[in-house]
Nanobody, 128 residues
Framework: QVQLVESGGGLVQVGGSLILSCDVSGGTLSRNCMGWFRQYPGKEREVVAL????????QYVEAGKGRFRIRQDKAQNTVYLRMDNLEEEDTAIYYC?????????????????????WGQGIQVTVSS
């Protein structure tokens, strides 16, 4: 069973940066979509950034374009989300997720319901 474990969250000031890590274990995700979602209190999870593990495909939602970057380290079985120029509106719980479907390439589905494997979530708080 694939397991995803996030790390790297915490408290940062407005304008600061954080790097979230997602360690993958228990299986191989060689041609799958995976990425990062976030959830605000009382809201559904929304996608932040996605990648396809078989190549270099990446997708970003408007809120993160130019500020967030998703990157894979295949040797380490880790997916990173670098977040720069953080805003208070980025305060949320961030989740790593993976789609168990094997597909040859992106694009990846944006909806959280498509994703089968989830990490436990990690808090990111951006304070002024």
């Amino acid at each position: 069973q694939v397991q995803l474990v996030e790390s790297g969250g915490g408290l940062v000031q407005v304008g600061g940066s954080l790097i979230l890590s997602c360690d993958v274990s228990g299986g191989t995700l060689s041609r799958n979509c995976m990425g990062w979602f976030r959830q605000y209190p009382g809201k559904e999870r929304e996608v932040v950034a996605l990648t396809h593990t078989g190549g270099n495909h990446t997708q970003y939602v408007e809120a993160g374009k130019g500020r967030f970057r998703i990157r894979q380290d295949k040797a380490q079985n880790t997916v990173y989300l670098r977040m720069d120029n953080l805003e208070e509106e980025d305060t949320a719980i961030y989740y790593c997720a993976a789609d168990r479907r094997v597909i040859p390439r992106g694009p990846c589905y944006l909806g959280a319901r498509q994703y089968n494997y989830w990490g436990q979530g990690i808090q990111v708080t951006v304070s002024s």
